[in-house]
């Protein structure tokens, strides 16, 4: 107790103004004061700065390092992605060819119409849409039927439509039963054709004034 009472003595009538006169240990403790005071004051004034900008540099870092791996990945892959291209616009290439153009819808309508017809069906209503429907590069033309026959014969209408080398597909189908036990079907069928490139480019302009007109009707 009484080296703590004399260290403790030590700290008694210090003079602030002059440190230089202290005893050792009030000297010692200001030391690691001011020592303190530098370093959090250097934490707050500059390094605290550097420390953001140390964290910032690291989270860039790793960002990096995943796009490169990113884009490691995808150089290692392009020769898929490419082979994947290649089949993609074989494929859209085939599909396109299912789709007639615009000489070629009057003879899509006269096969729809005989494959009724070849199936012994009776058409009370064959009704090409008066207008095509646009699209971004292909024309769809509805066309209202209503046939009349009997099941069988209908059901193997509606199949021999799928196997028209050219697209055509059965929508909004109703069956009610006709006279004498005869089955009618009501149903849309829609034809397709592909714009040529005159009409593409129509079709592109319409489409970007009619963009453009909505943009300013906004303002």
Sequence with gaps: MGGIKQLLEQFKNLNPKDP????????????????????VAGYFVDWSGQLEALEAGR???????????????????????RQQLREIDSSFGALLKQLPNKSQMDALLVDINQAGLG???????????????LREFYAELPITLKINGNYHDIGQFASDIGQLSRIVTLNDIALATGKEGSIVMDATAKTFRYLDEEEVAAQRKAVAQKAAGAKAAKK
Excluded: H, T
């Excluded at 199936?119 to 429907?133: I, N, T």
């Design 119 to 133: 199936r012994g069906l009776q058409f009370d209503l064959f009704k090409p849409a008066p207008q095509e429907l």
């Design 59 to 81: 989270s860039q870092e790793i960002k990096l390092k995943n796009d490169y791996k990113s884009k490691k990945q995808q150089a290692v892959n392009l020769d898929l992605y």
């Design 20 to 39: 230089g006169v202290w005893p050792p240990l009030p000297k010692a403790a200001l030391l690691v004061l001011v020592l303190v005071a530098i370093l």
